[in-house]
């Protein structure tokens, strides 16, 4: 399930890291009574700015805490103008993070980015429903191995859902599909 948290109800700019920390715990708050699968999303319509304090505080706390404090919970942002993901983008950069950005349905990958992770990302948006990392492995022409390093740091950054499966031969095995 996928729920808002619009941030314009906090000003239509947003400084210093003591905002973002009040801020920041209403959105834990809401992480928290959220289930297991279900996907937050942070509403960035009408902010016109934030500094880097604020990003640090906000995105970042939230960004390096969500796959251990929130495991198989999920954020999206959405709503940024040029300004403002011009500034997302270089504060992830610089704490090495990186976040699911949705603009008009379609996801993408933003922060610090290796190329490789982006197109596995957008292979696993393309085909629409969960993939195992056999398929993933035919459809980017790689070995298994190399694909699933790829999985694991995607899931550990909190950008992938992952579930058990069930191979047609009966065998255990992961899905991985977009939180959205």
């Keep these: 399930m996928e729920k ?29 009574r959220r289930a297991p699968g279900d996907t937050l999303v942070i509403d960035m ?46 504060a992830l ?21 290796h190329p490789t992770d982006t197109i596995t990302f957008e292979t696993i948006a393309k085909a629409k429903a969960a993939v195992t990392a056999a398929a993933l492995s035919n459809a980017l022409s790689m070995n298994v191995t190399a694909v699933n390093e790829r999985l694991t740091k995607l899931t550990n950054l909190g950008l992938l859902r992952r579930e058990r499966g069930q191979s047609e031969a009966g065998r255990e095995q992961y899905e991985y599909a977009i939180p959205a």
Aim: hydrophobic content about 40%; aromatic content about 12%.
């Design 45 to 90: 319509k009408g902010i016109e700015a934030f500094d880097f304090s604020f990003a640090n505080e906000f995105f970042g706390k939230v960004l390096l805490t969500l796959p251990r404090a929130y495991p198989h919970k999920f954020v999206i942002v959405e709503g940024l103008n040029s300004y403002t993901r011009e500034n997302l983008i270089s």
């Design 93 to 113: 950069e610089s704490l090495g993070l990186a976040m699911i950005e949705r603009q008009k349905k379609k996801l993408s990958l933003i922060g610090k980015v």
């Design 4 to 32: 808002r948290f619009p941030l314009t109800p906090f000003g239509k700019t947003l400084w210093t890291r003591d905002k973002a920390r009040s801020i920041r715990e209403q959105l834990e708050t809401e992480l928290a």
